[in-house]
């Protein structure tokens, strides 16, 4: 009766998984990326360490995964129009579309349940150059995709200048937010987000 | 004699301080934030733990001020070309005057000697909100407000839009070598320096 049993199984270490991943995400506020240990995260989340030890190879693994479905959770939350899992909007307005994604950038980064777990793995970062990479390649080169799509797109209609490297380009956008967060230099606000908006588009420049 | 005797003592203190923030800089480099000591400082410093406790109120404002007097010295040798202590140069042109101090931002970020300290002090600012307001108001709103000058005098020559509030404006060109930097998505090179000036000023959208 294997295949009546192997639904259960699989919801079983479903259920397993989500409840690792929010060990890990909740210890790891606490207590910072390098007091996390395996042996911490089974406790909390009722498991056998060897059940983490069997699925994953690595904390930073678990953390990396809990991170990824964090992130897949909260983009389900915020819907497609935040630009969650179809990518960035492309209503044919560029100002309004990199607005309505920053401005749920600055939601997810202001969101508590986020904040302590997701300063905690890029402060690791900071200072790990592994670690650092791997949550590039990851968790962020993935989303910068997203801007470097759209904005291609944008140069396509002619609306982005032809000279601008979409790579680039995303920098100015994306990098204020990381800034004032990271940082903490001052509120980060959908009215911040409006401004870089701006500000990156039409260029600092005075014209007649 | 005391007229005679305090430069002696004088220079000599000054020695005893030029010590202890080599040693705070080059221990928080090697163990991180955390892990440095009043202790190891004063070990390696070749002074009494008591000297430390004597001059500074924590550990924190040890390394606070070891930054200062080493951002401090690379000004100095940096010269006033890059805008080290005279400010943000103010020729005229605002994009080359930008580029300038941009790639001399670029140089003291690559900066080997820099990179580990300034590495384990912004990850500590990014899980410990107190020290990283320090950091804020201590040394980096200092080095903002030179941009804020330089941008306001652009704005009043009408070189800067008028509507561009200059304490936003500045970090479209800051922010994305920070970004880079910390987060070491790609290399971050006098190119890139100049590639943000051009893109920041000119503006991504695509012009008639």
Known sequence: ?????????????????????????????????????????????????????????????????????????????AGPQAGGEHGIPDTGDLAADLKRVLRATVDELNDPALEGPTRALTAEGVVDAKLGAEFVEKLLDPQLALYVTRLRAAQEAGQLRADADPRIALELLVAPLTHRWLLRTLPLTHAYADAIVDLALGGLTSRP
Do not use: C, N
């Open 1 to 77: 009766m294997a295949s009546t049993k192997e639904p259960d199984s699989s919801r079983r270490s479903d259920r397993s998984r989500r409840a690792i991943h929010d060990a890990a995400l909740a210890l790891v506020g606490e207590r910072g990326y390098r007091r996390t240990t395996i042996e911490a995260i089974a406790a909390r989340a009722g498991v056998g360490k060897q059940t983490i030890y069997r699925w994953w190879p690595s904390k930073a693994a678990v953390l990396m995964e809990a991170f990824l479905d964090l992130a897949a959770r909260s983009a389900e939350e």
